[in-house]
């Protein structure tokens, strides 16, 4: 193209070889970055959308899916459900842990078929989810109790209760479950027996 000497020959080729360097530049340049994007970062941390566990876990307990190996499969190894102050004498109630915690959710839709839990609030404050919700369904099932067997209304109920999960590593610790009892058995038609209460000595409804 240019003769030798001729000055322009020599303009050229430092064009074309400054041309050629950036070019070799640009594509290790991005390959090393695509490299780097690639690497794990090995000082991250694996963070848990707690709010979504806890949610799949109210999900699987639906009276229209009643996944109970799902819910299960979402709790520890040690994971345990307290329902209310469980544990705590004299106001404790049952504790469900192993086997056990697919068995509560059973229970529960023995007399509920159709159990729905309305999320109205879920709070998270890091491994710890606080739930604001109505425990809704129809009482179309036998309700055991100490005193016998209630047999179904068909009452609707539309009970006020606060959940309370804990997590750790993306599984679910501990459950501490909160329903206002007394208004979910007004609403099912089995009322309080204030009579016998009354008529029984104290030491005998304290020992009871």
């Known amino acids: 193209m240019f003769k030798q000497g ?15 360097a950036a070019t070799q530049f640009g594509v290790f340049g991005t390959a090393r ?6 690497k794990p970062d090995e000082e ?4 848990y959308d707690n709010e979504a566990i806890v ?14 190996p799902g819910f299960v499969a979402l709790f520890a190894d040690d ?9 705590v004498e004299p106001l404790g109630l049952e504790s469900y842990q ?16 159709d159990i729905h839990r309305e999320l109205h609030r879920v709070n998270v404050l890091g491994d710890m989810v606080a739930v604001e919700l109505s425990i809704q369904g129809t009482f179309l099932g036998p309700l055991e109790t100490p005193a016998g067997i209630v047999q179904p209304t068909g009452a609707k109920v539309d009970v006020p209760t606060a959940d309370f999960w804990y997590l750790r590593d ?32 104290v030491a005998e409804r304290l020992s009871s």
């Open 55 to 68: 949610r799949q876990a109210y999900h699987t307990a639906e009276g229209s899916v009643m996944d109970v």
């Open 6 to 20: 001729d000055p322009r020959r020599r303009a050229f080729l430092r064009t074309a070889a400054i041309g050629v």
């Open 98 to 113: 192993g086997d056990t915690l697919g068995g509560l959710v059973v229970s529960v839709a023995t007399y509920f078929p």
């Open 170 to 201: 993306g599984k679910i610790e501990m459950f501490n479950c909160y329903v206002m009892v007394s208004t979910m058995l007004a609403q099912m038609g089995v009322m309080p027996d204030f009579a016998s209460a009354v008529a029984a000595p």
């Open 79 to 87: 994971g345990v459900i307290n329902l209310g102050h469980a544990g």
């Open 33 to 38: 970055a695509q490299s780097d994007e690639s």
């Open 44 to 47: 991250s941390e694996i963070t």
